[in-house]
T-cell receptor, first 114, second 117 residues
Framework: KNQVEQSPQSLIILEGKNCTLQ??????????LRWYKQDTGRGPVSLTI?????NTKSNGRYTATLDADTKQSSLHITASQLSDSASYIC?????????????FGAGTILRVKS | EAGVAQSPRYKIIEKRQSVAFWCNPI?????LYWYQQILGQGPKLLIQ????????DSQLPKDRFSAERLKGVDSTLKIQPAKLEDSAVYLC???????????????FGPGTRLTVL
């Protein structure tokens, strides 16, 4: 069964600190992996996308890594800000003929405190 | 570029009542998705349209849920009759591709929060 597991479930950090979120997946066939940020009451917004051959991708203070061999990914947030408080969802695309089917993790809820 | 529009943003109904949600995708996007997101979980795909045809509705509870995409643009999702466990956020997303394009990005609307009492 195609699954995406994320850890930790929730995390509280102080403003300015760094943090790393983890994602393990069993999706096959693998197409790509994205990290989404979902603010409360909003739809998810894509942060990064990585294909099989990519190991790392950055978007400002967000850096995602991918190990396709172990089927693991991480999202590192540097110098956190209050606005980083959100749910971070790891999404793996299952390759199909008519558009990739997205398999979502349950998300990690991040709260940044001042 | 205008994003994905959804309405209403919030809806409260009693069980066994009917409800409908509306979605207007980004102009020109061929593929439209409806997701159900229960509190504390990631979104679950209910149905995927490619233009006005259904590509995947394997997780749509067809005894009570129905969806259509008129003329390959706007879409409506209906629940009839609603159950308590249908309480969730219903997200609509659209993408430009849909033909196995790697990296085809889905853009999400703000969602409709449904509460069934």
């Amino acid at each position: 069964k195609n699954q995406v597991e994320q850890s930790p479930q929730s995390l509280i950090i102080l403003e300015g600190k760094n943090c790393t979120l983890q994602c393990n997946y069993t999706v096959s066939p693998f197409s790509n992996l994205r990290w989404y940020k979902q603010d409360t009451g909003r739809g998810p917004v894509s942060l990064t996308i990585m294909t099989f051959s990519e190991n790392t991708k950055s978007n400002g203070r967000y850096t995602a890594t991918l190990d396709a061999d172990t089927k693991q990914s991480s999202l590192h947030i540097t110098a956190s800000q209050l606005s980083d408080s959100a749910s971070y969802i790891c999404v793996v695309s299952e390759g199909r003929e008519y558009g990739n089917k997205l398999v979502f993790g349950a998300g990690t809820i991040l709260r940044v405190k001042s | 570029e205008a994003g994905v529009a959804q309405s209403p943003r919030y809806k409260i109904i009693e069980k066994r009542q009917s409800v409908a949600f509306w979605c207007n995708p980004i102009s020109g996007h061929a593929t439209l998705y409806w997701y159900q997101q229960i509190l504390g979980q990631g979104p679950k795909l209910l149905i995927q349209f490619q233009n006005n045809g259904v590509v995947d509705d394997s997780q749509l509870p067809k005894d009570r849920f129905s969806a259509e995409r008129l003329k390959g643009v706007d879409s409506t999702l209906k629940i009839q009759p609603a159950k308590l466990e249908d309480s969730a956020v219903y997200l609509c997303a659209s993408s430009s591709g849909g033909s196995g394009i790697v990296g085809d990005t889905q853009y999400f609307g703000p969602g409709t929060r449904l509460t069934v009492l």
